[in-house]
Nanobody, 115 residues
Framework: VQLVESGGGLVQPGGSLRLSCAAS????????MTWYRQGPGKERDLVAA????????YYEDSVKGRFTISRDDVENTVYLRMNSLKPEDTAVYYC?????????WGQGTQVTVSS
C-alpha cells in the first residue's frame, strides 16, 4: 500500500488549494479514504472522509462549507479542495486508509496559510 500526497504550499488567507493523494497497492474503489492534519504543536486530527462514493462524506466542523473531499476511482486518487483558507488551517495534511487491522498513511504535504 502506498499513499502519496501532493498539492500543498504557501497560500494567502482567503486563498485556495487542492490536495491530491495518489493510492496504489490495493483496490482503491473498495475502501473509504480520509484526510487528517497536524498543526504545529497539535495532535493529528480528522479533517474529512469519503466513503465508497462522493455522496458519503464527513467534515470536521471547522472546515464545513470550505473544504470538499472527493475521489476518482479511475485515477485511484482522493482530493481535498480547500477554499477560504485561514491561518489556522496551517498544518501537514495526510491521507489515510484503513485496510484489515492496519492504518496506512502517506508522508504528508505541508499547507501554510500566511500573508
Amino acid at each position: 500500500v502506498q499513499l502519496v500526497e501532493s498539492g500543498g504550499g504557501l497560500v494567502q488567507p482567503g486563498g485556495s488549494l487542492r490536495l491530491s493523494c495518489a493510492a496504489s497497492g490495493f483496490t482503491f474503489s473498495r475502501y473509504g479514504m480520509t484526510w487528517y492534519r497536524q498543526g504545529p504543536g497539535k495532535e493529528r486530527d480528522l479533517v474529512a472522509a469519503v466513503g465508497l462514493s462522493d455522496s458519503l462524506t464527513y467534515y470536521e466542523d471547522s472546515v464545513k462549507g470550505r473544504f470538499t473531499i472527493s475521489r476518482d476511482d479511475v485515477e485511484n486518487t482522493v482530493y481535498l479542495r480547500m477554499n477560504s483558507l485561514k491561518p489556522e488551517d496551517t498544518a501537514v495534511y495526510y491521507c489515510m486508509t484503513h485496510l484489515g487491522d492496519s492504518d496506512y498513511w502517506g508522508q504528508g504535504t505541508q499547507v501554510t496559510v500566511s500573508s
